[in-house]
């Protein structure tokens, strides 16, 4: 929760997890769980959904691995599953990646693979960059 404004609380989880059922309802996919293959370990979750980007709402992959399992390359791993879905499955022509100006870490994931920073924008008083992969 490092990037976010605070750490949920009971509340907030029920209403993030009541959202992410929404958006399969709605939009037919959303965020997956990012389970480790050899062990079963969670690590963490990634997918796509469709978020408010400097007012244009375009679909997103979003990560987020729990700390002792990050520099790892699941992040990147799964990233890029979730880019190949979105193109090859969900026939998206470009695919989005946002964080805040601060959060290289992801910066760093999304350039691995294979998206390009297209722009800076404010949204609620913090400098968020933006990347996107766009088929050829």
């Known amino acids: 929760m490092r990037h976010y404004p605070h ?10 997890i009541n959202r992410n059922i929404e958006r399969y ?3 037919g996919f959303g965020l997956w769980a990012v389970i480790r293959k050899d062990d079963g370990q969670f690590l963490g979750d990634c997918g796509i959904t469709l978020q408010n980007i400097d007012g244009d709402t375009l679909p997103e992959i979003g990560f ?4 002792t399992f990050c ?10 599953a ?16 946002y964080s805040e100006v601060e ?5 760093r994931v999304s350039a691995k693979i294979g998206m390009n920073q297209i722009k800076t924008f404010k949204s609620e008083g913090i400098e968020k960059v933006v990347y996107e992969y766009k088929m050829m």
């Open 7 to 16: 750490a949920f609380s009971t509340e907030e989880v029920a209403i993030w």
């Open 25 to 27: 309802k709605n939009d």
């Open 64 to 67: 987020h691995i729990i700390k």
């Open 71 to 80: 520099n790892m390359g699941y992040a990147t791993e799964a990233a890029e």
């Open 82 to 97: 979730c880019k190949r879905y979105a193109i090859e499955v969900l026939k998206f022509k470009s695919i989005y990646s």
């Open 103 to 107: 959060n290289k870490a992801s910066q």
